[in-house]
């Protein structure tokens, strides 16, 4: 079911374009310039983009565009050779991923990264970690402080499980889960960082179409309920015109276009690299 975005882009300062909703706000999300070579190869060259605080983009483009050494950039498993990613206004230079996560950026990934012998409520609780503040001492000594902290992070996983109706599941173990269960969990453990922006990788991949439906169901409910900011690598070409707000596309590690989707829909730059030149050349 194709879902209209809930605001139209309109254009910053910058000549970048946000939903009208998040105009008045600082961007959660801007990355200036963005570079990345591998020995001789660049992989990723002049990327910049900039993402509204409640906004739902995609970043779209054929198989080896790029697309997820982006993603490894925004998050600092990849140092870039040039260029520069803030997050909330800060500088994420130098930081480490799991810094760049307390700074409030979160993923998902192309292949499912759980905890498979771990039950769901225990995969939910890794991604707590940032809200944990008992250290080694206390877990040892099960002093109260600790008690009260393990019962508290029951507590939220219990919350957020039960947003996708999964809480049902919580002893389960993650692995025994259906593919479409273990994927709705890897976003569950993202939000449980607290993000302000969830970057999704591919999170429709290998889902049939009702599984798919109800992913736009939830990504939409997301940005809604918890008023985060989330970026979205999808081949489903119907899930993302139908959910993004803002599209940027990349080929050959360069983007080609930005815009909202019928603009992106109607680009021939887009067209010619998902289809070829129709004249042949």
Request: some cysteine; proline content about 5%.
């Amino acid at each position: 079911m194709e879902r209209k975005p809930s605001s139209r882009l309109v254009p910053l300062p910058s000549n970048a374009f946000v939903p009208e909703r998040d105009v008045d706000k600082s961007p959660i999300l801007e990355a200036r310039h963005l570079g990345i070579d591998f020995g001789g190869l660049t992989a990723v060259d002049d990327f910049s983009l900039i993402i509204g605080r409640t906004e739902i983009a995609g970043l779209i483009g054929p198989n080896g565009a790029g697309k997820t050494t982006i993603f490894n950039l925004l998050t600092n498993v990849y140092r870039p050779t040039r260029g520069t990613i803030m997050l909330d206004g800060y500088n994420t230079y130098g930081k480490s991923t799991a810094q760049v996560n307390r700074m409030g950026i979160a993923r998902t990934f192309q292949n499912i990264r759980l905890f498979s012998n771990m039950s769901v409520i225990d995969n939910v609780k890794v991604g707590l970690h940032n809200e944990m503040k008992e250290n080694i001492f206390d877990a040892m000594t099960h002093c109260f402080g600790f008690r009260r902290a393990e019962r508290m992070a029951n507590e939220r996983a219990l919350e957020l499980l039960d947003f996708f109706k999964m809480a049902d599941l919580a002893g389960t173990p993650a692995g025994s889960l259906p593919y479409g269960a273990q994927r709705r969990l890897e976003i569950v453990r993202a939000l449980a960082t607290n993000p302000s922006i969830l970057l999704l990788d591919e999170p429709a991949a290998g889902m049939n179409p009702s599984e798919t439906s109800e992913l736009m169901e939830n990504i939409a409910l997301i940005r809604d309920t918890f008023q985060i900011a989330i970026l979205l690598i999808e081949h489903d070409m119907n899930l993302v015109m139908g959910i993004c707000e803002g599209i940027c596309v990349l080929n050959y590690g360069k983007v080609i276009a930005k815009g909202s989707p019928d603009e992106i829909k109607s680009n021939p730059q887009v067209i010619e690299a998902y289809l070829g030149r129709k004249d042949g050349k």
